[in-house]
């Protein structure tokens, strides 16, 4: 098993950028595919990114594709995502999750294995 913890939302103006961190405990982190997902209040939650247990393939929503970038350091058990260009729209709660089944990250929530407990992104107009 493993524990995950989000760091890195915040409070940022339209066009800003955040980084945001999924630090992992427990098992290694290679041995799950990894996921980012966001939910806003009164909104079902949706995916925005995933990556392969390598970090050779990634997967992204079409609403943040060119904007977001999703990685990964195995060596430092810790996956990233830096959001740039931020919208209005993007204000959410940002979870990452991990997937102990599969090598390749996959859209479908209910996949995922373990959970953080979620960053608040809030992004002003």
């Known amino acids: 098993q493993v524990q995950l913890v989000e760091s890195g939302g915040g409070l940022v103006q339209a066009g800003g950028s955040l980084r945001l961190s999924c630090a992992t405990s427990?098992?290694?982190?290679?041995?799950?595919?990894m996921g980012w997902f966001r939910q806003a209040p009164g909104k079902e939650r949706e995916f925005v990114a995933s990556i392969s247990r390598s970090g050779r393939s990634t997967d992204y929503a079409d609403s943040v594709k060119g904007r977001f970038t999703i990685s990964r350091d195995n060596a430092k058990n810790t996956v990233y995502l830096q959001i740039n260009s931020l919208k209005p729209e993007d204000t959410a709660v940002y979870y990452c999750a991990a997937d102990e089944s599969l090598r390749v990250g996959i859209r479908t929530l209910t996949a995922y294995d373990y959970w953080g407990q979620g960053t608040q992104v809030t992004v002003s107009s």
């Open positions: 427990g098992r290694a982190l290679s041995n799950y595919a």
